[in-house]
């Protein structure tokens, strides 16, 4: 009875099987469920450039991209199945896109000797490449952001930030917990009054948060949100006529459609950022000719340009260069996973080098060694434009407290290593 | 033809009472379970343990300690997240505690301390009913998801707040972490599964059973004939939590690996296994399996046929995914509204006669 | 007056605030159950599906367009039109009314007389299915709600200044008067006028009075002459206007997205309190929770716990409501015989 599915199961015959001519990425995308609106723009991103790449240059390095989009609707459930779904087909290295895939893809893809690049998220410590051989989260982490902001408000303090209040608005979750630790050790630093604000998921009633920054007036507000709660914060925040400019969300909480349901009055808000807005370069031209032109946009084809889409466009042109640095440590275009995973570490990405994709000054320029698999933690910091519907960028990419995230990684990294048996690589 | 009682004498009360009274119904118990324990563990790899059997096997166990309570003892439960989360944490505790002690163990263990904080959570049921009784439960999930989340220490104060499972053995074989075979993780969630249903057959074909299905049709008649509600319905609540609990300990630590309570134990969860039981049959242990393959398995066929045969794209198939599932519920219930078990029983009714059905 | 005072006074109205947009989304619920004993799952994917109507009707969005276009090869997305908020309400009442009909005629006719967790069951059938039709139909994109009924006159939003110019005195220095969110008002009036429409409806006239005689027991009803049919087509169409009006208001906040439908939870814990069977009911019960869980919040959680306590308090709140009533504090007395 129970295991009348079973047997039938056996005795279906898996016809995938490995097809190792092109080279295989898969999309781990969720253009489904609570957080679509953030998911669509970036799988068409991601999507987009590896077209752009078969059309214009057949490829990389003469072998064709596949691109295997499976959807996650941000289920880690899910997740699991796209990821066992697609490692058979000689995936080159997962961008999980939540942190619960990520955490939980860490061992087992590990294991497997498939790569994964969880860029601007996941588990921060994994920069540690003596601990974490398989995991990459070049260019900036979650607390270089936090160190990011603070430096910003250092920068607009005049380098004193002594008797500020600061408050930190998060999703009450593994990921809105990120910054916490980063911003506790920076106030002892610095001085400033930290306040915490917890807000439970989904985040559509925000009243009791908003209420108390009301009361409190800190000088500064923080945010680590995601999905509904960057909405309703940016709408609350308008309501209490709280000052925008002094309102600085993460990466994940400052794109469009965080702030365009709160109208013109979102004016001002900034979030940071680790690559560039707009459509500006010369990249999208071509995306426009070869991609868009040619009906062969992964989405609707009116997310370009947009944050989102940057961030997945991003994400494929440095899968794209890593594949390409494996191939030439290789000799070979036809790379497997663990070559990959060597192009990955000695990835470089030079101001040059950006210049010639079409995408100069894109993001930071960084190199990527055996130790250090988190970049050099470069962060921006953007504005968003209600009037022109735009972000613009109004801080250049700034280094962070590495000093001091340096610290806690190795220290959140030697927890990990010690927990699992890890023997520190890179010697 | 074959599917007969007529030739079966039982010559014992044992014999009269048994779970499958025909005889071709036993022999193909026996073979589904040898299948099932020393046939697929040789077949299997990590994509089919991993997005198929794992998640049936784990989730029948939740479903059939949801149908204790549910669908045998009448409690209406939406805690079933919390309690999920209840075993997986403590599961971790344990594990990270005591890392020579043998995966068994620990997972019994956690199922022992979910059932303790299911009672806790039961007690209200003893004044409210029905459908009001949800919000005790769902206190229970939304308070403890929100302690598991706020107190450091049963995440061992990692700075990420998630729960990773180390790798943890049993006789000698890997049962978690990443390098676990995949026969090794599907033989020990199959253990427990099997063991799980026929303890809670047992159970409630048994007085603990009759209790709680007399306090399930009327609690007020059931008191009256001598039935004490309080032992039946805590009873109830705690092997319930029981099986839970197990379920959420092999769900984070065989299954997931790693886990954030707030996402893999949300209230999302209470809800999938309260639809997988009623949409399996409540009050029928099959009802659960087929319950949880259908919420499981029937998605996973939808994306395979959508996206790897046809081609479609992959947000157009996730969305017909809902529909189709959501239509298929509805026309399911009208055919039959007992739940995929009574469409079952009613075929087997209907091979008793066959082909003679007059 | 001092401060602390007054800012507790201020918690405790935008508790009442919440309080009725939770009740808002409780009451389609209460409607439902009322009149034919199910708990409809589906209310927070209706609002859902209400508010995506709505906004697809403004901007003039093709329906269906994604699927269209994967299927026959085009590039369709709107009809190049924009409607008035009016007519675009009034289409998605007719939308509401058409989806109710179906539900009756589809799923429910063919369920007369099940117990009522089968019926329960078929709502989540519908729910999935609701689900996965407003994300064919409309994209799954968030889009943002804007309703005016003329130039100029739209949902407001953000505090309302008068209030905060006129008690700005109260206090001193650290007292900047009371906060109160001009949309949460206008929530409040509908609310209010919503439920006084919806008890002089079931009280004063025909079908209302033939609405409770179904709620009291179905067979009567009919040998008495009164359409079941037809009766539920109303209340169904009912909340979806309930669930449409609760859409607009938790959409103009948030945007019209997924997260939309989640607001059913927030519901839930009043529907115990209140009662499954009294608009009232839905009313007291959602003011008890707004404010119950703000003021905890306030005054022990974010400064004791942590924060974020008030998810599960709403639901503690509830539970020690229901072991002195079990049924509910407007609901109707369990009486049970053997």
Redesign the interface.
Do not use: C
């Given at each position: 009875m129970k295991m009348k599915f079973a047997t039938m199961a056996v005795a279906a015959v898996m016809a995938a099987g490995p097809v190792m001519a092109d080279l295989v990425f898969p999309s781990l995308s969720y253009r489904t469920g609570p957080y679509a609106a953030s998911g669509i723009p970036f799988a068409d991103g991601y999507a987009d450039y590896f077209t752009l790449l078969n059309e214009r240059d057949g490829g990389i390095g003469g072998a064709p991209v596949r691109m295997v989009e499976c959807e996650t609707g941000y289920n880690t459930e899910k997740g699991v199945e796209c990821y066992e779904s697609t490692k058979g087909e000689g995936a080159l290295v997962y961008q999980p896109l939540s942190t619960g895939i990520t955490y939980q893809l860490i061992p087992k893809a590990t294991a497997d000797g498939i790569p994964i690049h969880s860029m601007g998220y996941g588990r921060t410590s994994a920069s540690n490449g003596t601990v974490f051989s398989h995991v990459f989260n070049y260019p900036a982490n979650y607390w270089d952001g936090a160190s990011g902001a603070i430096n910003y408000l250092l920068e607009e303090n005049g380098g004193n930030l002594d008797g500020k209040k600061i408050a930190l608005i998060y999703h009450n979750s593994a990921y809105g917990k990120e910054p916490i630790r980063t911003l506790e050790e920076l106030q002892k630093q610095h001085g400033f009054e930290l306040t915490l604000l917890p807000v439970d998921h989904p985040g559509q009633e925000q009243k009791s948060q908003w209420l108390q920054i009301r009361r409190d007036r800190p000088d500064y507000v923080v945010m680590w949100g995601w999905g509904v709660m960057n909405q309703v914060a940016v709408q609350e925040a308008v309501n209490i006529r709280y000052p925008m400019e002094n309102f600085i969300g993460v990466w994940w909480s400052g794109s469009e459609a965080d702030v365009i349901p709160a109208g013109a009055a979102a004016n001002g808000y900034k979030a940071l950022t680790f690559h560039g807005v707009g459509k500006d370069y010369p990249v999208y031209d071509d995306i426009q000719k070869f991609v868009l032109d040619a009906g062969k946009a992964a989405g609707a084809g009116d997310q370009i340009g947009t944050v989102q889409y940057n961030r997945g466009m991003y994400a494929a042109m440095l899968a794209a260069e890593a594949a390409r640095t494996a191939q030439e440590i290789h000799g070979t275009a036809d790379i497997t996973p663990a070559m990959m995973r060597d192009g990955m570490e000695a990835l470089e990405i030079t101001e040059e080098k950006m210049a010639a994709l079409g995408l100069p000054n894109y993001g930071p320029a960084f190199k990527v060694s055996c130790e250090q698999h988190g970049g050099p933690g470069l962060v921006g910091v953007t504005q968003w434009d209600a009037a022109a519907q735009q972000w613009n960028v109004i801080s250049d990419y700034k280094p962070t407290d590495r000093e001091l995230i340096g610290r806690l990684i190795e220290e959140d990294s030697a927890a990990y290593a010690a927990e699992n048996n890890i023997e520190p690589r890179c010697n | 033809m074959f599917y007969r009682e007529a030739g079966e004498f039982s010559t014992t009360y044992k014999d009269d009472s048994q779970t499958f009274p025909i005889k071709f119904d036993r022999w193909?118990?026996y073979f589904?379970?040898f299948?099932?324990v020393f046939?697929?563990p040789f077949?299997?790899?990590?994509?089919?343990v991993?997005?198929?059997?794992l998640?049936?096997l784990i989730y029948?166990i939740a479903a059939i300690g949801l149908n204790i309570l549910v669908g045998y003892c009448g409690q209406v439960s939406l805690g079933t997240g919390g309690f999920m989360a209840v075993g997986a944490y403590a599961c971790y505790k344990l594990m990270?505690s005591f890392p020579d002690v043998s995966m068994f163990v620990h997972v019994i263990i956690a199922g022992a301390i979910t059932a303790v904080v299911g009672v806790l959570f039961g007690l209200?049921s003893l004044?409210?009913?029905g459908?009001?009784l949800?919000?005790?439960t769902?206190?229970a999930?939304?308070?403890l998801v929100?302690l598991f989340?706020?107190v450091p220490w049963f995440y061992n104060y990692?700075?990420?707040?998630?729960i990773?499972a180390?790798?943890r053995d049993t006789f000698g074989v890997l049962i978690t972490?990443?390098?676990t075979e995949a026969w090794a993780a599907y033989l020990f969630c199959v253990v427990f599964?099997i063991v799980s249903?026929v303890i809670a057959r047992n159970l409630t074909r048994g007085s603990v059973g009759r209790k709680w299905m007399a306090i399930r049709d009327?609690d007020?008649?059931a008191e009256?004939i001598g039935v004490n509600p309080l032992t039946a319905k805590l009873s109830a609540f705690a092997i319930s939590s029981f099986f839970v609990g197990v379920s959420g300990a092999l769900f984070f630590s065989v299954?997931?690996?790693?886990?954030?309570v707030?996402?893999?134990f949300?209230?999302n969860k209470s809800f999938l296994v309260l639809?997988m039981i009623?949409?399996g049959g409540?009050g029928s242990i099959?009802g659960s399996?087929a319950g949880a393959?259908f919420l499981v398995?029937l998605p996973?066929a939808l994306?395979v046929v959508g996206?790897?045969w046809l081609g479609?794209?992959?947000?157009?198939?996730?969305?017909?995914?809902?529909?189709?599932?959501?239509?298929?519920?509805?026309v399911f219930?009208?055919a039959e509204?007992?739940g995929i078990a009574q469409l079952?029983r009613v075929a087997k009714e209907k091979l008793r006669l066959w082909p003679f059905p007059h | 007056m001092s401060e602390a005072f007054l800012y507790t006074v201020e918690v405790f109205l935008n508790g009442l605030m919440a309080g009725v947009l939770y009740a808002l989304v409780a009451l389609g619920f209460v409607l439902i159950y009322k009149a034919s004993g199910i708990f409809n799952f589906a209310q927070g994917v209706m609002a859902l599906f209400a508010a995506m109507t709505l906004v697809g009707f403004q901007n003039g969005q093709v329906p269906f367009a994604h699927l269209i276009n994967a299927t026959f090869g085009l590039h369709v997305t709107t009809f190049g039109w924009n409607l008035h908020s009016t007519v675009a309400v009034f289409l998605t009442v007719l939308v509401m009314i058409a989806l109710a009909w179906a539900v009756q005629r589809f799923v429910f006719r063919h369920l007369v007389g099940q117990e009522p967790i089968i019926l329960f069951m078929a709502t989540i059938g519908l729910a999935y299915f609701l689900e996965g039709v407003a994300d064919l139909m409309w994209g799954s994109e968030i889009k943002t709600l804007d309703l005016c009924w003329a130039v100029g006159a739209c949902l407001p939003q953000g505090g309302n200044l008068w209030i905060e110019q006129a008690t700005e005195g109260l206090g001193g220095e650290g007292f900047y008067g009371f906060f109160i969110d001009s949309l949460d008002i206008v929530a409040a009036l509908v609310a209010m006028v919503l439920v006084a429409a919806l008890v002089a409806f079931a009280q004063y006239t025909k079908q209302g009075r033939a609405m409770r005689a179904v709620a009291d027991d179905h067979q009567a009803a009919l040998s008495v002459g009164v359409s079941l049919n037809f009766i539920w087509i109303l209340v169904w169409s009912l909340a979806g206007f309930v669930a449409l009006v609760a859409g607009i208001m938790w959409g103009a906040k948030s945007g019209v997205q997924f997260s939309l439908s989640l607001i059913a939870l927030k519901a839930l814990p009043v529907l115990m309190l209140g009662g499954f069977t009294s608009i009232p009911g839905a009313i007291v019960g959602g003011l008890i929770i707004g404010v119950g869980e703000k003021l905890f919040e306030f005054l022990i959680g974010a400064p004791f716990l942590g924060g974020a306590t008030e998810n599960w308090f709403a639901y503690m709140l509830a539970l020690v409501f229901l072991v002195f009533r079990p049924q509910g504090l407007f609901g109707e007395k369990i009486i049970e015989r053997v």
């Open positions: - | 193909r118990y589904v379970l299948v099932a046939v697929i077949m299997v790899n990590d994509y089919w991993n997005s198929i059997f998640p049936f029948a990270t209200p004044r409210i009913k459908f009001y949800a919000v005790a769902l206190a999930q939304f308070f929100w989340n706020r990692s700075a990420s707040g998630q990773n180390p790798e972490g990443p390098n599964t249903a009327m007020i008649a009256i299954y997931l690996g790693a886990v954030e707030g996402e893999v949300g209230i639809f009623i949409i409540l099959f399996f393959a398995l996973v994306k996206v790897d479609w794209p992959t947000d157009i198939v996730a969305h017909l995914q809902l529909v189709i599932v959501g239509a298929l519920i509805i219930l009208i509204p007992h079952w | -």
